[in-house]
């Protein structure tokens, strides 16, 4: 089919049907993600409607309708929130989310293994790190703009390791595993994807602000200041991403695929960096 199709709501009522007719292979990115201000006096069951039934209704109409491959972007909160820099994460990981969001993202990606057993559709699980690009949103844009306003920033002193992944190389993971010939071995497998290169939390700064051509301000707070501080305004799960490390092993991505990114870090962020204006 051609043409836009709106769905009011991604629930286990879903009707895909209309969208799917003729597909190949289908790229699930919609989810209900982090609620800053949550309404909800059971979040978990909120995030199970959108992202475990309505994931699973998806699936389960595209295999009626001979949908061949069924790529699901997850999450790497599915293994967890932070990992020690001699120790990344990788898919044989035993899960361990420490949110409604990541635990929902496991239960999506069980509920579609079962299904490929089930009906034989395949299914291509990918768990990103924080995602970087132009008309990025959140904190990394949030960060960008700190930087371009010359606000100093208290993190001069911290020692970790992050893990990132370029939403060019992202994309272009995706069409490969979108692709049955060209990635035949991905069928029924999770892979943990970066960009392989990773950063301190004071490189990463240093690089977003040499993309934007601003000297970066950063001062060297201790780092259990910090937290203290982000726990008293309770952004204690800011303080994590910002002082903690998360490094994931996407070996598997190019032993069993071939696949290496097509961008480097610093080739995105300038990319960012023509394409943005944060004030």
Not at 72 to 96: L, M, Q
Not at 123 to 150: D, E, H, Q, T
């Amino acid at each position: 089919m051609s043409g836009e199709v709106i769905i009011p709501e991604i629930d286990g009522q879903s009707e895909w049907m209309e969208v799917l007719s003729g597909c190949n292979a289908v790229i699930h990115l919609a989810a209900r993600v982090h609620v800053m201000n949550e309404e909800f006096p059971n979040p978990l069951e909120e995030f199970r409607k959108v992202n475990v039934r309505g994931t699973l209704a998806l699936a389960r109409q595209a295999a009626q309708v001979g949908v061949r491959r069924f790529v699901f972007i997850s999450s790497i909160k599915v293994n967890g929130e932070r990992s020690t820099p001699d120790r990344p994460f990788r898919e044989s990981d035993e899960p361990a989310p420490e949110d409604a969001y990541g635990q929902s993202k496991l239960e999506a990606e069980q509920g579609l293994m079962a299904l490929a057993h089930e009906t034989g559709i395949e299914v291509v699980i990918i768990r990103p790190p924080l995602v970087y690009g132009p008309r990025v949103k959140g904190n990394f844009a949030s960060m960008a703009r700190w930087l371009r306003r010359g606000i100093p920033l208290p993190l001069g002193a911290v020692c970790n390791l992050r893990s990132l992944l370029a939403l060019d190389n992202l994309t272009d993971f995706i069409a490969l595993c979108a692709d049955p010939e060209r990635s035949p071995r991905a069928a029924n497998e999770v892979f943990l994807l970066s960009d392989g290169e990773d950063v301190s939390t004071v490189e990463l700064l240093r690089k977003v602000a040499k993309a934007y051509g601003v000297r970066p301000r950063l001062i060297p707070v201790p780092r259990r200041l910090m937290r203290v501080v982000a726990c008293a305004l309770g952004k204690s799960a800011v303080a994590d991403r910002l002082l903690g490390s998360l490094v994931v092993d996407s070996s598997k991505a190019r032993e069993l695929l071939g696949w290496g990114p097509v961008v480097s870090m610093d080739q995105q962020l300038e990319k960012m960096a023509t394409h943005d204006s944060f004030v």
